[in-house]
């Protein structure tokens, strides 16, 4: 597609239960991030793919957080057993692979919120 | 792990005033970027700056590199109402192929037309 695509774009759910949060990125880029944004903070990393592999996964608070890329192209992150400081949007980008910081584009989030 | 100090937190301003920001680090980044946030989308990236001292203009928009590295700033003169949103400074030092990038917690923007 023409940019980032997330789903769900908005997302209530229970404490103690799972949610899948899904990423498309731009065809074509190999690297994605995800991100996540409490509300009045800046954005938090929390793990890169450079094609389906995490080399990177460092900013994951928790063993409840988990994602996986798949085909070089869709990222799922996984939170499990949902608590309410999990409340934030999360964001995927994804970025070209040609050097430079130029082709690095974000969705426009899943809005988080358990309850 | 790495800290970017971003103020002011919050500004209101009249429609045709300069506008300033900046971000302060506790260690040295090789590429800072200004980004812009509007409610209920991601960041759009604004300006990239790649090497200590530069001073890069987009338009309205002007920001430099510190020569220390460790900091940054950003000018928007003559603002607009569509200038309203959050101002995010960050910060990155490539590992390899890693380009992750350290945020500063926002500016809140608000122009008055």
């Known amino acids: 597609g023409a940019g980032v695509s997330q789903s769900p774009s908005n997302k209530v759910t229970e404490k103690g239960k799972d949610v899948e949060l899904r990423c498309d990125p731009i065809?074509?880029?190999?690297?994605l991030y995800w991100y996540r944004q409490s509300l009045g903070q800046g954005l938090e990393f929390l793990i890169y793919?450079?094609?389906?592999?995490?080399?990177?996964k460092s900013g994951l608070p928790s063993d409840r957080f988990s994602a996986e890329r798949t085909g070089g192209s869709v990222s799922t992150l996984t939170i499990q057993r949902t608590q309410q400081e999990d409340s934030a949007v999360y964001l995927c980008?994804?970025?070209?692979?040609?050097?430079?910081?130029?082709?690095?584009?974000f969705g426009s989030g899943t809005r988080l919120t358990v309850v | 792990g790495q800290q970017l100090n971003q103020s002011p937190q919050s500004m209101f301003i009249q429609e045709g005033e300069d506008v300033s920001m900046n971000c302060t680090s506790s260690?040295?980044?090789?590429?800072w970027l200004w980004y812009k946030q509007d409610p209920g989308e991601g960041p759009v990236l604004l300006i990239a700056l790649y090497k200590a001292g530069e001073l890069t203009s987009n338009g309205r928009l002007t920001a430099q590199f510190g020569i220390t590295r460790k900091d940054s700033f950003l000018n928007i003169s003559a603002s607009i109402p569509s200038d309203v949103g959050i101002y995010f400074c960050?910060?990155?030092?490539?590992?390899?192929?890693?380009?992750?990038?350290?945020f500063g917690k926002g500016t809140l923007l608000t122009v008055n037309p």
């Open positions: 065809s074509g880029h190999t690297a």
């Open positions: 260690s040295i980044f090789n590429t």
């Open positions: 960050a910060g990155m030092n490539s590992g390899g192929s890693n380009y992750k990038l350290t």
């Open positions: 793919f450079q094609g389906n592999s995490a080399p990177d």
């Open positions: 980008a994804s970025e070209q692979r040609q050097g430079g910081i130029h082709g690095y584009t």
